[in-house]
Each structure stands twice: as C-alpha cells, then as structure tokens.
T-cell receptor
Framework: GEDVEQSLFLSVREGDSSVINCTYTDSSSTYLYWYKQEPGAGLQLLTYIFSNMDMKQDQRLTVLLNKKDKHLSLRIADTQTGDSAIYFCAESNQAGTALIFGKGTTLSVSS | DTAVSQTPKYLVTQMGNDKSIKCEQNLGHDTMYWYKQDSKKFLKIMFSYNNKELIINETVPNRFSPKSPDKAHLNLHINSLELGDSAVYFC???????????FGPGTRLTVL
C-alpha cells in the first residue's frame, strides 16, 4: 500500500542547514509535497515538486527528488528559530483523491 | 479573508454525545477533505468529497459522516463519541485540477 516514512526528530543550531528526509512507496505520485505545522497551528504548504523534476529551489528551501530510490529531501539553509516546527512529507494517493502524509519530522532549532 | 475556516476551534464533550464540526471554504474549490491528526501528530485522510463523489477511508468508523449542504461546506458529524475520537480534525480543499490542498486551522476535539 501507499506509505511515507520520515525520521521523527531533527535538532540543529541556528544558522546551520537542516536536511529532512522522506521515503515514499507510490512511484505513480505526480507531485510530492512538504508541509509545515507550527505548534497549535494548521498545515502550511511550503513547497511541492513535480515528479519529473530532480530539484526545486525556493529561497532558503531546496527540495531534492530521487525518483529511482523514491527519496525526497527538504533542505533549509541558514535555519532560524522560527523554523522550529513539524515538517510533513506527503504524496498523492493512487486515486489522486487525497494526500498520504508521513509521520512528520519535528525540527528543533537552538540558538 | 480566511480561505478555509472551521468551527469550533475547540470542542470538549462527553463520551456518547453526538457533535458536528463545520468547515467552509471561500476559494470556489470543488473538492473538500477531512483529515484526523492524533496525539502523536499522525495525519490521516478520513474523507474526500466533491459534488459527485464521496470517498471514504475504509478505516473510518461509520459513526463519522460528512455532510455537504453546498459546494462551499463540508461538515463532519460524529455520533456516539468515544475517547479515541479525541484528536485534531483538519478540513482542506482543492480546486479542480489543482495540486495544492489548502488546510483549515483545525478543530481540537477532546472527549471526556
């Protein structure tokens, strides 16, 4: 079945780069997504990548996609304390009717 | 302007009660969703709905029923609430052919 896996925790120092990794199972996913959830808040779409792309850059965010290995990563450059949140990787389900989320990676940024 | 709104933000109720959570989107989107986020922050789809089709995650108990009075609303009705229903429920919407789902702020349901 469809499944998305992420490591649960990542701790970095302010100013360092953060890399959050994700693996997924459904090779037919057209888009893969990264969402951010701050404490007590809803989900905010950070970025998404089309499956025929290898990389997408948006300011401090870089998404890398290795379709052969079904591996997706999110790199946050110059991580700030305001980046502390839970980051969810997601893929579309086979029917394209919903998102399948990973368990989320809690990013903790210390100053 | 709030794109996807949910009411209430917090809901505390007793076991066995019936309750509803409301969701409205002002984006003109065609498809709406309900997701459940449990205490470990795991997010799972419950329903997706457009004006033609309701798709139900098979793991969702039939005590949960979505109701859509019109295209802009998808409410979630829950019968006979159980302790395990305590979670944060998120509504989302997507336009036809679009890639992005827009999420509401969530409703935190606590069943005592």
């Amino acid at each position: 079945g469809e499944d998305v896996e992420q490591s649960l925790f990542l701790s970095v120092r302010e100013g360092d780069s953060s890399v959050i990794n994700c693996t997924y199972t459904d090779s037919s996913s057209t888009y893969l997504y990264w969402y951010k959830q701050e404490p007590g808040a809803g989900l905010q779409l950070l970025t998404y990548i089309f499956s025929n792309m290898d990389m997408k850059q948006d300011q401090r965010l870089t998404v890398l996609l290795n379709k052969k290995d079904k591996h997706l990563s999110l790199r946050i450059a110059d991580t700030q304390t305001g980046d502390s949140a839970i980051y969810f990787c997601a893929e579309s389900n086979q029917a394209g009717t919903a998102l399948i989320f990973g368990k989320g990676t809690t990013l903790s940024v210390s100053s | 302007d709030t794109a996807v709104s949910q009411t209430p933000k917090y809901l505390v109720t007793q076991m066995g009660n019936d309750k509803s959570i409301k969701c409205e989107q002002n984006l003109g989107h065609d498809t709406m969703y309900w997701y459940k986020q449990d205490s470990k922050k795991f997010l799972k789809i419950m329903f997706s709905y457009n004006n033609k089709e309701l798709i139900i995650n098979e793991t969702v108990p039939n005590r949960f029923s979505p109701k859509s009075p019109d295209k802009a609303h998808l409410n979630l009705h829950i019968n006979s609430l159980e302790l395990g229903d305590s979670a944060v429920y998120f509504c989302a919407s997507r336009k036809k052919g679009g890639n992005e789902q827009f999420f509401g702020p969530g409703t935190r349901l606590t069943v005592l």
